[in-house]
């Protein structure tokens, strides 16, 4: 027992005389704020890839830090403050929720980097946004659901009603109308991100009012779990790749891919050249097809070679630029022409109309919860 | 073998004595936790002591706890006023937000945000919202005795899916955001920072002006001294002319007002809008019952708990960020400090003494 004490004592005094040193090297300190925890298999895990990917990267010119389920709202001021305090040179706040938060201790702390996923404030210099257009993966959705289906019934999953979701839904819709006029979606509001239970509960509902493909934009693999269970009953993996969990019922999956812009981000830390930017990249950084992307299609399965061919080369038309995801003309829920299209444009642009989606498109049932 | 006794007389020695022990438990229970989860014990213990003094500027540190400690006081405090009359109120995160909606809704009734009594009419109307919520439990345990911890506890999901609501449907803010959030409110209205680049902030004098006052109340008057007769003697409250419904009422709505005027500073120093309740809600109503009990329901005890609380839950967050130690720490000693408080009471009003007390004698 008294040589425990000593010996504690005496490393409670060497952490007394280190600390003040250990501050003082050289590498870049990187900091990640999760939303979830890593091992979500969906969202929080393909940030953690990303960060890995800095890891491998860089090696040891750089430090990483990751904290795992902080909880969105002011509450994430202390976890921003404590990375921004504990000599971060850079910060990855990854979540809508930690917007305001994040532009607040930005403000506070002019010497150090912040990178905020899918938002769009950057009140001082030192904060950039960056999201990704999933939206481009829902179109390859869209064709493969349209040319899948048998009873023409496509249940789909959502989250919260927010731009990011309905433009998804949209996506879908739109190109599953131009390949199969019969088939109809319903969306099913689960106002989560992250509730196994609550997703798989959503899915067998679908299966059970007679959907044989499932569609969600939550992150868990449960509703692919459901799917696998019965025959005949096909569904999207979402976040990360989802293929595990449906040998027989996979279909493709949307994969986040953080990692080359996080890459870039670090690496212009480290030489000096970051500035403030606002990044939406697609299944390519440019929307012309250079460079690797933030969206990414992983193992299409189950399906005719024939489908996947074609999936494929919407995919490279979709990475090129050749095709937009939503072209016009793009007809909203009452039968109107969308203001884009009206005006002559060839498709929906980015600001405001992607933005702040806030409509559905012809042929979607139901409304948006208001 | 050991067995109780009942003091004749505890006092403030045999308090401090029992309050020594829980902390030093306390104490040594977090370094073994430390030493478990953490592949530098020492450093990690060394800097949970002393964050303040390891970052880049101890006043944010300071203030981030004098913020966590200013919410959770005044909830618990008011919750203190039932619990000493053996009145359960533990939905205050219901009540919380219900102030802050109460607050948000007279914001977009005055119309002139500019004006000098925007700021405390819009803190009036949170008291009045928790007020009103907690009064709902109140009336079902006076009308039905209806046993109102679960009816107290059931309007905290009601409230928060109203919360949800409002933010998606009525009140729906900014259509780019990607959660469901109401506008903002007026720079006006919103509390304004005290020293720069810390949490500090006016809102937190209103809260402290707030615990002062009941404070006072409970020490000082004769309305502190009824509930604590309420406590003790139910029967002799009887006799003394007070009626335990007007108990039940009166505990309700204090506790319900402090928690709403919470819920209304938070709205007008944290958050500047109302959002969808998983990310608005940040569980103070829940901490505070903690510390109400951590502090053995006196006003003394309760602001020193939630200094102590707060002081731990910042340190986490600290050591989280720089050793990577996960923060679910802070709640492991939370947890530890409740158990060892609680038990440690136990001395204050009785004695251990051993059954052989022969031994004693022959020594």
Redo the contacts between chains.
């Keep these: 027992m008294k040589k425990i004490l000593s010996a ?1 004592t005496a ?2 005094l ?3 005389l280190t ?1 003040g040193i250990a501050q003082a090297d050289d590498k870049i300190k990187v ?1 990640f704020v999760y939303v979830g925890p890593i091992g979500d298999l969906g969202w929080t895990y393909r940030h953690d890839i990303g960060r890995l990917a800095i890891e491998k990267e860089f090696g040891d010119k750089v430090e990483t ?3 795992e389920n902080v ?5 994430a ?3 921003i ?8 040179d850079i910060i990855f706040t990854t979540s ?2 930690f ?2 938060p994040t532009n607040e201790v930005a403000a ?1 702390y002019p010497d150090v980097k912040f990178e905020h996923a ?3 404030k950057r009140e001082s210099d030192n904060v950039s946004t960056f999201s990704a257009r999933f939206y481009e993966g829902r179109v390859i959705q869209g064709l493969i659901a349209a040319k899948t289906t048998k009873t023409n019934k496509i249940g789909y999953i959502a989250s ?5 979701v309905v433009r998804g839904i949209n996506a879908f819709q739109t190109e599953l109308a131009k390949h199969n006029p019969d088939a109809v979606v319903d969306v099913k509001w689960v ?1 989560t991100w992250f509730d196994p239970a609550k997703e798989a509960e959503a899915a067998q509902a679908f299966i059970d009012a007679g959907a044989d493909i499932i569609v969600q934009h939550t992150d868990s693999p449960a509703a692919m779990a459901i799917a696998e269970k019965t025959d005949g009953i096909y569904a999207f993996g979402q976040a990360s790749n989802m293929s595990r969990f449906g040998e027989n019922s996979h279909l493709v999956s949307i994969v986040d891919n953080w990692d080359s812009y996080y890459v870039d981000r670090v690496a212009a830390v480290i030489d000096g050249s970051w500035s403030q930017t606002d990044t939406w990249w697609g299944l390519s950084k440019d929307g012309a097809g250079n460079g690797v992307g933030m969206v990414e299609m992983a193992d299409y399965g189950n399906i005719s070679e024939e489908l996947k061919a074609e999936a494929m080369a919407l995919e490279a038309a979709l990475r090129s630029g050749e095709r937009h995801a939503l072209p016009c003309p793009i007809y909203k829920q009452d039968g109107e022409l969308a203001e884009d299209c009206a005006a002559g444009e060839k498709h929906l642009k980015d600001f405001p109309t992607l ?4 409509w559905y498109v012809k042929g979607i049932e139901g409304s948006l ?2 | 073998m050991i067995h109780l006794e009942l003091r004749q007389n505890s006092n403030w020695w045999t308090s401090l004595r029992s309050i020594t022990l829980a902390l030093l438990i306390t104490a040594a229970f977090s370094i073994a936790v430390l030493f478990l989860m953490s592949d530098k014990p020492a450093d990690a213990i060394w800097q949970m002591l002393t964050f303040p003094w390891q970052g880049r500027r101890m006043e944010v540190q300071f203030g981030l706890v004098l913020q966590q400690a200013a919410y959770l006081a005044v909830i618990a405090i008011g919750l203190s006023v039932g619990y000493r009359a053996n009145i359960w109120n533990i939905g205050a995160e219901g009540q919380f937000a219900f102030g802050s909606i109460g607050a948000y809704a007279a914001y977009l009734l005055i119309g002139s945000p500019d004006a000098a009594w925007a700021f405390p009419v819009l803190l009036l109307a949170g008291i009045i919202g928790g007020c009103l919520w907690a009064l709902i439990p109140a009336f079902l345990r006076v009308t039905c005795n209806t046993n109102e911890l679960l009816t107290s506890l059931m309007l905290v999901y009601v409230a928060s899916h109203l919360l949800t609501y409002l933010c998606i449907g009525p009140l729906k803010g900014d259509p780019k955001a990607g959660q469901a959030e109401t506008y903002p409110i007026a720079d006006s209205v919103q509390a304004s920072k005290l020293i720069s680049g810390t949490e500090l902030h006016t809102g937190l004098i209103v809260l402290l002006v707030a615990f002062v006052i009941l404070a006072a109340i409970l020490l000082f008057t004769l309305l502190g001294y009824r509930l604590k007769v309420a406590q003790h003697t139910p029967r002799a409250e009887r006799f003394a002319g007070f009626s335990p419904n007007n108990t039940v009422w009166l505990s309700f709505a204090i506790s319900g007002a402090m928690a709403g005027l919470a819920g209304a500073v938070y709205l007008t120093a944290e958050t500047g809008k109302l959002i969808q309740a998983e990310n608005y809600l940040e569980n103070f109503g829940f901490a505070a019952i903690i510390i109400a009990f951590l502090g053995r329901l006196h006003p003394l005890g309760i602001l020193l708990a939630a200094l102590m609380i707060s002081y731990v839950n910042v340190g986490a967050s600290y050591i989280q960020a720089s050793l990577q130690v996960d923060d679910s720490v802070a709640e492991l000693i939370e947890v530890v400090a409740l158990f060892a408080f609680l038990g440690c009471a136990v001395l204050d009003q009785y004695k251990v003494k051993f059954k052989r007390t022969t031994v004693r004698a022959a020594t």
């Design positions: 504690f490393s409670l060497a952490a007394t600390t900091g830090t990751y904290l909880p969105e709202g002011a509450e001021v202390k976890s403050t404590q990375l921004a305090e504990t000599g971060h809508f929720g917007m305001d506070q899918t938002g769009f919260f009603p927010i731009p990011e106002f933005v702040s989606m806030d919860p208001k």
